[in-house]
């Protein structure tokens, strides 16, 4: 079993940065995998950035790309994604995904999931 539970998240103006944490406990080979997931409203769950934590392979969206870096403390057992350059349609509500066998962008391969905390960029 795995618990993930984000945090980090806030109003912000475009062009601004936030880092979003996600604190995880439990299984370890269940956390093989870990990825940053957004939904905003209406729109279907999109997927991120994906790392492989043993691995340290990464995987970014193209929308995000050059913008968000996701790192890991595993001292800490925590997950980071770093968001620069915010832009207006990076509003949604950002979910950390863990998994032990699905390194990809596909949220339904995943098993695990936080609650989720809400990014909101003006313009």
């Known amino acids: 079993q795995v618990q993930l539970v984000e945090s980090g998240g806030g109003s912000v103006q475009a062009g601004g940065s936030l880092r979003l944490s996600c604190a995880a406990s439990?299984?370890?080979?269940?956390?093989?995998?870990m990825a940053w997931f957004r939904q905003a409203p209406g729109k279907e769950r999109e997927g991120v950035v994906v790392?492989?934590?043993?691995?340290?392979?990464?995987y970014y969206a193209d929308s995000v790309k050059g913008r968000f870096t996701i790192s890991q403390d595993n001292a800490k057992n925590t997950l980071y994604l770093q968001m620069n350059s915010l832009k207006p349609e990076d509003t949604a509500m950002y979910y950390c995904?863990?998994?032990?066998?699905?390194?990809?962008?596909?949220?339904?391969?995943?098993?695990?999931w936080g609650q989720g905390t809400q990014v909101t960029v003006s313009s």
């Open positions: 995904a863990a998994d032990p066998v699905f390194c990809g962008l596909a949220a339904t391969r995943y098993a695990y």
């Open positions: 439990g299984s370890t080979y269940s956390r093989n995998c």
């Open positions: 790392i492989g934590t043993g691995s340290g392979s990464v």
